[in-house]
């Protein structure tokens, strides 16, 4: 049972425009969201959170959507470089610190030149 | 400051043997994690350590599983009698309990194969 999915196993974006990744969830429990970065043979590295109590988080090029209602996120880059490729994940938790995330299966993002 | 660290990076092990990961997580964070990814897939929750509290083990898929973790420093995972479906990267992540988010803090993997 796919609690987090990303449906869209690649993307690929030219340099300078926007990059968007979606994510869908289930599961009604889960109300704080984070997005990961992950290049080959490292350990994903956080990029971006909201909570549900917001419908919009923005840090620099990087926008995370909430639509609680459609149970649906999207994580929108502006404007993507080529050190943006990577392989993006969603993951959810309920809220409070210290709880485990559950992980969609990424979406590899490359960003040509 | 050092990050969350695992070793060793890569393991080959024989269908059968028994293998233990270990995981250095940052100085002071209160929580830790274990999670392993399957190729092509996302990451899978193990087990969650979080102080002195029981663990939550929910996620762990089999008895063969076991992890420990030493007060709030380096923890170990244990699996015994390794199978070819454990191959996986398994991922430690920690993170500073209370800290008002989920935010953790992944150390670089161990990547095992069972021949």
């Known amino acids: 049972d796919q609690q987090v999915k990303q449906n869209s196993p690649s993307l690929s974006v030219q340099e300078g425009r926007i990059s968007i990744l979606n994510c869908d969830y289930t599961n009604s429990m889960f109300d704080y969201f984070l997005w990961y970065k992950k290049y080959p043979a490292e350990g994903p590295t956080f990029l971006i959170s909201?909570?549900?109590?917001?419908d919009k988080n923005e840090d620099g090029r990087f926008t995370v959507f909430l639509n609680k209602s459609a149970k649906h996120l999207s994580l929108h880059i502006v404007p993507s470089q080529p050190g943006d490729s990577a392989v993006y994940f969603c993951a959810a938790s309920p809220m409070g610190g210290g709880n485990k995330l559950t992980f969609g299966t990424g979406t590899q993002l490359k960003v040509e030149l | 400051g050092a990050g969350v660290s695992q070793s060793p990076s890569n393991k080959v092990t024989e269908k059968g043997k028994d293998v233990e990961l270990r995981c250095d997580p940052i100085?002071?964070?209160?929580?830790l994690y274990w999670y392993r990814q399957r190729l092509g897939q996302g990451l899978e929750f193990l087990i969650y350590f979080q102080g002195n509290s029981a663990p939550d083990k929910s996620g762990l898929p089999s008895d063969r599983f076991s992890a420990e973790r030493t007060g709030e420093s380096v923890s170990t995972l244990t699996i015994q009698r390794t199978q070819q479906e454990d191959s996986a990267v398994y991922l430690c992540?920690?993170?500073?309990w209370g800290s008002g988010t989920n935010e953790q803090f992944f150390g670089p993997g161990t990547r095992l194969t069972v021949l």
């Open positions: 909201i909570s549900s109590i917001k």
């Open positions: 100085s002071g964070h209160t929580a």
């Open positions: 992540a920690s993170s500073l």
